[in-house]
């Protein structure tokens, strides 16, 4: 029999790519993480990560015990919540800003679904003031997003700055107008973006709008114009603008905001597995 806590271990490894990080998200010692690779490639009889100064990557072995791996720690949760003494049932809708997505959110989910598998999880993803709006309203139980800085709602994950971006800076800063790719109105880095050039004086006009975020890298990629982004967040194959070419950008802060009258245990359950992903990355 595979002593799942190896195999928990090992899936975590392959999800972080680290053995730091999957310590830190497991909370456990790095080196029992170590420890629990060794002791499941010694019960196999076969090599299941690759190791150097650089990477940590899975072998081919590796790559065949994941898909089991998971199902077995899957099967594992579903029997937990089944008969254990804390069963979490019901629905709890999420919703997450479009950035985010794109950066973090899928091992998050995973690890949910695996250990709550009672749980009906409905996600919606759109800008971070339409996410308050629908909250509002009553349409969302949990909000990952963004906030402006000096505001107070929500439960603050991360502070960080924001950073133009564009292909080519050169060719971009060229004309007498910034060319901006931005989401629509009421996007928190459009409005911060826009009033950094305004205070400045900066003529500016906006080359593409779109709601995803794929799209707007797409066009920043082709060589559209200037795209803002959180640092941590930047999209490959773009350059960052230096600070004294463009204004300065102020910081934006990444909250959890949980309605007033959704379900504590369910909120609190996801929460604590989005606090304990996504704050290590951040901490100094």
Known sequence: MLNLHHLNSFVMLQQTG????????????????????????????????????????????GEALLGYARGMLDMNGKVA????????????????????????????????????????????????AVLYQMQDIGDLDLVL??????????????REPLVWLAR???????????????????????????????????AWRIVCTCGSLSGLTAAARAGMGVLVQPRSMAPTGLKEIPGDRLPVLE???????????????????????IVAQIAPQHQA
């Open 18 to 61: 680290s053995f730091t990080e999957a310590a830190a998200r497991l909370g456990i010692g790095q080196s029992t993480v170590t420890q629990h690779i060794q002791r499941l490639e010694k019960s196999l009889g076969r090599q299941l990560v690759f190791r150097d100064t650089h990477q940590v990557k899975l072998t081919a072995e």
């Open 81 to 128: 919540s089944l008969f254990g003494e804390s069963r979490l049932r019901g629905r709890l809708r999420l919703g997450v800003s479009e950035d985010v997505v794109a950066s973090r959110l899928t091992s998050i989910l995973e690890d949910f679904i695996r250990l709550y598998p009672l749980v009906d999880l409905e996600l919606t993803v759109a800008l971070s």
């Open 145 to 158: 997003a963004k906030r402006h800085i000096g505001e107070t709602n929500g439960r603050l994950l991360y």
């Open 168 to 202: 080519d800076p050169d060719l971009a800063l060229r004309g007498d107008v910034l060319p901006l790719i931005a989401f629509p109105p009421p996007s928190i880095t459009r409005r911060v973006a826009q009033e950094a050039l305004d205070r400045e004086k900066m």
């Open 251 to 273: 910081d934006v802060e990444f909250v959890l905001v949980p309605r007033r009258g959704a379900d504590a245990a369910l909120t609190e359950a996801l929460s604590s597995l």
